[in-house]
């Protein structure tokens, strides 16, 4: 084993240890309890995506208890599995001081390097789509018809976890179109059965979606009609803006550049085809979408795994050559973004003071012991009563967060007061709530208007003072919680109310 190989497994390692030292302790993010709920109703698939992560957290869960480490746990451990292949299969294509690079800018990417902590559905995306690159490697360079085979699993696996992982079938058609060497494939059976075994991860969905009245369907038909009212090209700038902030500025402009002047910077052929393989399939479906509508921030996640491969090449070649400025900078910026990220609560320690609503995704995990104990007192006052209590929100965030975080970890209700439909139609039954007080929590005043709503189905609804919950460093609160307490549900018809999906 060589010295750089020594000093990965070494990086790896201390990052793990952090993570699990760190995930421990960190509180929840709303989708983390939201995935976690998921593994407590295991499926073949949910309103919103694919059933990996669940499966992945009812793991952890199994193995550390219903705790933040039970469901980081596997994240955790696909993190630096995948950070490994990733390795390999950078130093098979351009050598073991690139890889070493390759690594280092996936571990200080900022949004990759919070993803590889949390537990999302990206996390066993990733680790497939890495394991996928890793086979796709060996199969092309050992000429291993066999490993074919083991690709068409892991994209099979990475589909059930994220649809996002078809896009690997356009990478490996496109790499094999642009290699001569690799044309040779295309006139056999083996990327056709590979691809054949990779669409069996599309049947956890095909089979819920028709169990389900097509709700998966449905919400992805909503989510790529977005704000496609607004003009041509609007939110093309939030895609380049938050691609900086995923991968950091410097790291992000210098991929763009490298992209433009890939022939000169990658002169090896093969390696060349293999980062615009997948890269530009998934970019292009990216930029597409964000001329149209939004775009979320992850989605290009596994791109990265791909366009970053030149920039490694070009600071590794800088940094030998003595020319650090520009890999030194990068670094820098990204390590100081990274600290920001997993240590919010750092600039009220310095005495700093920064205004609240840019971070608000940074506090998401801040203070759930104070706002889940005024939530368990209030459901107190409802039993002193005499009253049967049951808890609910018109949102998924608000009843996962309260799931997993109120006294016994109960189930929570979902209440669709004028908003869309989420996995929460499918938990809850409106019929058993009938005769009970529900303690209706929201983390926006109102919202969607549906206190009105609850006025009509309940005998009494009674808001509470609202918490605005402040963190020292932050200029306002960073959190607001709104607790109604509603006396005596009539039971409704929640079609009745419900806003799209």
Known sequence: MTRTTRSALLLIGVLTLFRLFYGAQLGLAWDEAYYWQWSRHLDLSYYDQGPGIAYCIKLGTLLAGHTHLGVRLMPIVFAALGAWLTFLTTRRWLGEAVAWWMLVLLSLAPLYAAGSLLATYDSPLVVCWALALWLLTKALQENKPALWYAVGVSVALGIASKLTMLMVAPGVLLLLALVPDYRKWLKTPHPYLAFGIAL?????????????????????????????????????????????????????????????????????????????????????????????????????????????????????????????????????????????????????????????????????????????????????????????????????RVNSAMAFYLPGQPQTNGLYFNVRWDNYRLWTDEKALIGKSIVLVNDVDDEKESLPVARKYFASVEPRKPILLTRPGYTGPVKHWYITLCRDFKGYDPSAHRKGY
């Open 200 to 396: 069996l991860g599309v049947l956890p969905y095909v089979l819920w979606d028709r169990q389900h009245e097509q709700m998966f369907s449905l919400h992805i038909q909503t989510l790529s009609r977005r704000h496609t009212d607004a003009a041509f090209g609007r939110w093309f700038g939030d895609f380049l803006a938050g691609q900086a902030l995923f991968v950091g500025l410097i790291a992000w402009l210098t991929e763009l550049w490298c992209l433009v002047r890939l022939k000169a910077i990658l002169r090896d052929e093969k390696s060349r085809a293999f980062v615009l393989a997948f890269t530009l399939p998934l970019l292009a479906v990216c930029i597409w979408t964000s001329l149209r509508s939004k775009l979320e921030i992850n989605w290009p996640t596994t791109m990265h795994l791909a366009s970053l491969l030149p920039v490694a090449v070009l600071f590794e070649r800088l940094w030998r050559d003595g020319k650090k400025a520009l890999p030194g900078a990068s670094m820098v910026l990204n390590v100081f973004l990274c600290l920001l990220a997993f240590f919010p609560g750092a600039p009220g320690k310095l005495g700093l003071t920064l205004p609240a609503a840019p971070f608000t995704k940074l506090n998401e995990p801040y203070g759930w012991p104070e706002l889940m104990a005024q939530t368990a007192a209030a459901g107190e006052t409802l039993k002193a009563e005499g009253r049967e209590v049951a808890y609910a929100s018109v949102t998924y």
